[in-house]
């Protein structure tokens, strides 16, 4: 049934040996063999859509298949983790700066650029097992304009380093400009940080548990087994609840195999995953439980609930400029060779990345409150890639108030979970988008695009001719999902009764279980997820660690 990868002959399923999960410029023909093939339910409020939702199925998890931007967010994000686990001496952006730096290893781009000036190191680890860097090829037009554009636009500004927890500065209200992968001019300073290092991409498989880790004595990993559930152990006749058996089998054979641990049971199985095993194992709400007919074991309404996502609305221009195709063979016959070259990074991710804080004057923060988690806390993201002849942007809502759940469809185990993200079920949602989209234009109204970009496509909020019904509907079409989800097993203080876990990660009102990945985190961070997780994760490992000294 399992094949345990120690034994070395079945690599199903391992990120190794797999040139689409290391090469970084070949991220967009990641096979879906490798991917949960995820389908929301119908969401409502985007005209009624079912959204395709990515999540790696292979050692690694999602960081094996990402995209691989390295952004940590607001510092602010951070202590607001500190604010609802009660604990704010562990989870502060100042408190988890040791561990912030622990997951990283800075590393120069490849090809041999000097990386001086853009990037500060001030703010990166240099020793740990994810190495971050910046890409190998160097400026283009596009780059150039986005920088001639600060310069003629003082709405937006430029940053060293947008992973110094201020993302989105000090001001009351401007737009920053701050990643910039591409510029050589010394003015001309932020750029992209990445996670891929020496041409290769890193994850939570190649950094922590590369050869040195599978060769532990100590260490199995079994891959291609399907965790159903945990379970109540029954060795120590306590009457407290001590959850440390874990079930597992596979969808294709009955066999199925109990595993209790001595110490405790870590779940990370992502914020889809934990929940469904939760829910699965009858931890959970009563009604839902009995609705699909799962006994419950433990009481903990908020299974599944609080999720927090990103959506974005996609606006298009045309531009005077097409992409120019690269040589494939030859792009990796030079990777392979040394491991420079287009495939050495990935070109059509955002090459440059607006963060856009709205004015706290702005009416709709007025009228539903300001979901951002303090000052430095941006409310939209705006990455750009220069295709042509027409051109994306994506307006990210990366503070929405809309919530999402993770309930059960069956009783089964194998049946996937109804993941329902809530996208723009709260009026503030679709109409922080809408800003997001003049944010957008805003950028690209500008001398600095001329000659290059002649012509917005929308959907446009200003276009009179259009109904506010016409828009919206356009808007809705055009969501999507920038696949972040968090907060399925959110982490609260120890008094709360809302929440799944407290400030050490441990499930309430159960011993011998704990949560480590984005389903603790208890509001999405305004930044791409993966950072967050690391941190998070570096963190519990040392908690856990002293906790059985
Ligand atoms: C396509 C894509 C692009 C992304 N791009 C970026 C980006 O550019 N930058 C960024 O910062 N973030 C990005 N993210 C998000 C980021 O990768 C995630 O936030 C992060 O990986 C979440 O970590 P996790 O440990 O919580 O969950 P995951 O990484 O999803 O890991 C969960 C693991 O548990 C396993 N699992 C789940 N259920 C079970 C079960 N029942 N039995 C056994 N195993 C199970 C899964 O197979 C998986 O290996 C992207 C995600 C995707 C999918
Ligand atoms: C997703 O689909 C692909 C292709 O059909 C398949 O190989 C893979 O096993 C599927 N994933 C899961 C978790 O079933
Ligand atoms: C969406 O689906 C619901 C339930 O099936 C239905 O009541 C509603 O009219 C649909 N809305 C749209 C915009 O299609
Ligand atoms: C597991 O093995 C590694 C390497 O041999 C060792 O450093 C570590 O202390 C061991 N851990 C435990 C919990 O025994
Ligand atoms: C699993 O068990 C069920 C009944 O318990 C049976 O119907 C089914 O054929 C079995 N499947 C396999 C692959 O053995
Ligand atoms: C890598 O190889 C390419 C050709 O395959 C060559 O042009 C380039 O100079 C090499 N780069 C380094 C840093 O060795
Ligand atoms: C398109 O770009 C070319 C130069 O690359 C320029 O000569 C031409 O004027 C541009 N066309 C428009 C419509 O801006």
């Known amino acids: 049934m399992s094949y345990y990868l120690k034994q070395g002959q079945t690599w199903v399923l391992s990120n190794e040996r797999i040139l689409e999960l290391i090469v970084p410029g070949l991220h967009v023909q990641i096979p879906n063999t490798y991917d949960w093939n995820y389908t929301t339910v119908p969401q409502v409020m985007v005209n009624n859509r079912s959204i395709e939702y990515r999540r790696g199925f292979v050692l690694g998890g999602s960081s094996s298949v990402n995209t691989m931007v390295y952004t940590r967010g607001s510092r602010d994000d951070y202590d607001l983790w500190g604010r609802v686990s009660g604990d704010p001496k562990t989870w502060s952006w100042e408190a988890l700066q040791k561990w912030i730096l622990k997951s990283e290893k800075w590393t120069a781009p490849v090809g041999g650029r000097d990386p001086t000036g853009q990037y500060d190191p001030r703010y990166h680890g240099t020793d740990g097992p994810i190495r971050v860097s910046l890409t190998w090829s160097g400026p283009d037009d596009f780059d150039r304009r986005a920088s001639r554009n600060t310069e003629i636009q003082k709405e937006f500004i430029e940053k060293l380093d947008s992973n110094d927890g201020e993302p989105a500065g000090l001001c009351a209200y401007y737009t920053v400009f701050l990643l910039d992968e591409n510029l050589k001019e010394a003015s001309l300073k932020a750029w992209t940080q990445w996670t891929f290092g020496g041409g290769e991409r890193n994850s939570a498989a190649t950094g922590y548990l590369g050869s040195r880790a599978r060769g532990r004595p100590n260490l199995s990993i079994i891959l291609n087994v399907h965790v159903k559930k945990v379970l109540p152990s029954t060795q120590d006749g306590k009457r407290r609840l001590d959850i440390r058996t874990v079930e597992i089998g596979s969808k294709s054979s009955n066999v199925t195999l109990r595993v209790t641990a001595r110490k405790e049971v870590i779940l990370s199985a992502g914020a889809f995953g934990t929940p469904h095993i939760l829910l699965n194992s009858g931890i959970g709400e009563e009604s839902h439980l009995d ?89 939209i993201e705006i990455p750009f890639n220069a295709a042509g002849p027409t051109m994306a942007a994506f307006a990210v809502l990366l503070t929405p ?39 957008t234009k805003r950028w690209f109204d500008s001398p600095a695009w001329d000659g290059l970009i002649t012509g917005f496509l929308g959907p446009d909020p200003d276009n009179a001719t259009w109904s506010e019904t016409a828009f919206q509907n356009a808007l809705k079409e055009s969501v999507g999902t920038f696949l972040h989800p968090v907060g399925t097993a959110a982490m609260s203080a120890s008094s709360s009764a809302a929440g799944v876990v407290d400030h050490e990660l441990k499930v309430k009102g159960v011993h011998g279980l704990r949560v480590v990945d984005a389903s603790a985190i208890p509001y999405v961070p305004t930044a791409h997820t993966q950072a967050a997780v690391y941190v998070l994760a570096e963190r519990a490992a040392d908690i856990i660690k002293s906790s059985w000294k």
């Open 401 to 439: 108030h809309s919530r999402g759940t993770v309930k059960l469809a069956s009783s089964n185990p194998f049946d996937d979970p109804l993941i329902d993200p809530g996208y723009l079920s709260h009026p503030f949602d679709i109409q922080a988008l809408t800003e997001g989209i003049r944010i």
């Open 291 to 379: 609705s699909v007919g799962v006994k419950m074991v433990h009481r903990l309404p908020d299974v599944g609930r609080g999720m927090s996502d990103h959506v974005c609305a996609m606006v298009t221009y045309t531009l005077n400029a097409t992409t120019p195709s690269i040589d494939e063979e030859a792009a990796l016959r030079q990777w392979q060779a040394n491991r420079t070259g287009p495939l050495a990074e990935w070109r059509e991710a955002g090459r440059r990345i607006l963060w856009s804080k709205f004015p706290k004057s702005s009416p709709l923060l007025r009228q539903y409150g300001d979901p951002a988690s303090g000052p430095h806390a941006p409310h």
